[in-house]
């Protein structure tokens, strides 16, 4: 085991101020599904598929383990700050299964009376570059609208090129550099 440094930038982002082009529906063969309590095993399961072999994993261990991330949605869920409006699962809809296919979640918490902050917004591999990610944060955004913020917050990984991109399209924008602790394994 040896101690590195992860770098992540907190972006942060003004919601009057997203373009109006950044905005974006759920693709065709997909829904939004708003929280419900009993989601809470899908989106941890979805949570664990998208970040498992992700580098966020040796700064959030959990989010490697399927039971961790079971644990960390109902920690979430449970919290007071806690903002379903800014919560949602993504699915694939199909005509050969009752059940839609979790392919995506985005959770939200308040920060402070203005102030959202996104947790783990992630989508399955299989399910990337269909703009699920930005239909998700649009989802995300608008619901923090709902609750009263004017802000929005979140941390991405700087090796997350793809994920920070997305962001700046909202307007996000880095107002802090952090390094988070890690212990990594080397093979």
């Avoid at 979805?46 to 949605?73: A, Q, T, Y």
């Avoid at 009376?113 to 399955?124: D, T």
């Amino acid at each position: 085991m040896a101690v590195t440094y992860i770098k992540r930038f907190r972006m942060e982002v003004r919601l009057d101020r997203v373009p109006a082009e950044a905005w974006s529906e759920i693709p065709e063969g997909y829904q939004l599904r708003a929280w419900e309590p009993r989601l809470l095993t899908q989106h941890a399961d979805i949570k664990w598929e998208s970040f498992r072999d992700e580098i966020d994993v040796h700064v959030f261990p959990c989010l490697g383990d399927r039971d961790g991330c079971r644990r960390l949605m109902r920690e979430i869920s449970g919290r007071k700050d806690f903002v379903p409006e800014a919560t949602w699962l993504a699915c694939r809809r199909s005509d050969f299964s009752t059940s839609p296919q979790a392919c995506g979640t985005v959770q939200g918490l308040m920060t402070s009376g203005r102030e959202g902050a996104i947790q783990n917004l992630g989508v399955h591999p299989q399910f990337r570059d269909l703009r699920i990610g930005q239909a998700l944060l649009s989802a995300a955004l608008r619901g923090f609208q709902v609750a009263g913020c004017r802000y929005a917050h979140l941390e991405v990984t700087v090796q997350n090129t793809a994920a920070i991109r997305l962001y700046q399209r909202f307007g996000f924008h880095r107002v802090e550099t952090l390094f988070k602790v890690s212990e990594v394994q080397f093979a």
